[in-house]
């Protein structure tokens, strides 16, 4: 069969849509799993998977169909529950995994939901292999493995404490918080558990809100697409900052002391500051994407320091750094 070249599921950030509705459903989900099963196991016979979410009802539906195609596939699944998408890469390298998938529609209302993948190390999947993904989900379905051919899944206990191990290791030795205090908004979402336990051991006061999903309060009024909620809890908390972060925790929208909201391009903006003062800036610059104000170009410019733009996408973000 030739390949498809054109793309019919995956957009930017892997495949969304509304849940229980095509492609969302469980049988496109078992299909795409079957799809991933077969695709990882041509590059190492018997693979292992992880598979993550965030904390929406479809997601428990979703991780069973995506489970049972890898499996019947001969692949073995590490399940690890609801975890931020950070976390799945990351666990992917950890746990010597060929794939990750991260069931989650990001800051998508609780309706949705969506499947991104990650390949071997964690990084995000090239074109050609969620081309050949669909490719295999288009041809001829073929048997899988019988008897003990057939793959398994494990649930990893200690998931949560492996990524809160790298985070901390992430921030350097002798870095603290102590005697900040912090408001935390975690939409409801993925990071409910994880990010308030990290930034308490690094020894923050944090004033958690957003912090009790029922599976259809994620991002409602909450989270980095609602900042206003956080921003009143910190003048109300009188904490130094705020950190909003999205549905599957990859994004942060930030106030400082009075609540005032702190964006993208403003975050961009002081970290590179900070880091060309410490000299350790690489190469003078930063990298964006097409939705970054010309205001930070500029500003940067002023103090020496270059922009760079790419489509957007963190994989297209990644690859301009690593360039």
């Known amino acids: 069969m030739e390949p498809i070249l054109k793309k019919h599921y995956f957009g930017t950030d892997g495949i969304r849509g509304l849940a229980n509705r095509h492609p969302m459903t469980p049988d ?27 904390t929406r009802l479809s997601g428990y539906m979703l991780e069973s169909a995506l489970m049972s195609g890898i499996c019947s596939m001969g692949c073995d699944v590490l399940l690890v529950g609801p975890m931020p998408t950070p976390a799945i890469a990351f666990l992917t390298k950890a746990l010597g995994a060929d794939a990750g998938i991260v069931i989650s529609a990001s800051h998508n209302p609780f309706p949705d939901n969506g499947i991104k993948f990650f390949g071997p190390g964690g990084a995000k ?11 295999i ?15 398994k899944a494990y649930r990893v206990a200690d998931a949560a404490r492996r990524y809160a191990d790298f985070v901390l290791a992430s921030a350097g030795k002798g ?8 408001v935390l908004d975690c939409a409801n979402g993925a990071g409910y558990e994880a990010a308030p336990a990290i930034l308490r051991e690094l020894g923050a006061e944090v004033q958690p809100i957003g912090c009790r999903p029922d599976g259809l309060n994620i991002n ?6 609602h900042p206003e909620a956080m921003s009143r809890e910190v003048r109300a908390f009188s904490a130094h900052a705020g950190i ?19 964006d993208g391009d403003d975050i961009l903006f002081l970290c590179a500051v900070s880091l060309k ?26 103090r020496g320091i270059r922009l760079f733009r790419t489509q957007v996408g963190d994989r297209f973000v990644v ?5």
């Not at 909003?244 to 609540?259: F, K, P, T, Y």
């Not at 003078?284 to 930070?296: E, P, Y």
């Not at 690859?319 to 360039?323: A, P, T």
């Open 28 to 54: 496109f989900a078992l299909r795409m799993g079957k799809a991933a099963g077969k695709h990882f196991s041509r590059q190492k016979g018997r693979s292992s998977i992880v598979i993550g979410k965030d």
């Open 175 to 182: 870095f603290r918080l102590d005697g900040l205090r912090l």
């Open 277 to 302: 003062g410490k000299n350790a800036l690489a190469g003078n610059s930063v990298v964006g994407t097409i939705m970054s104000n010309v205001g930070l170009e500029s500003a940067l410019r002023e």
């Open 319 to 323: 690859e301009k750094m690593l360039e």
């Open 244 to 262: 909003a972060l999205d549905g599957d925790g990859d994004r942060v929208i930030m106030a400082d002391e009075e609540g005032r909201i702190i």
């Open 137 to 151: 989900i288009h041809g001829d379905e073929k048997d899988g493995p019988t008897g003990a051919g057939i793959g």
């Open 220 to 225: 409602a009024g909450c989270g980095s697409t």
């Open 125 to 135: 999947l090239p074109d050609e292999d969620e081309t050949d993904l669909e490719t």
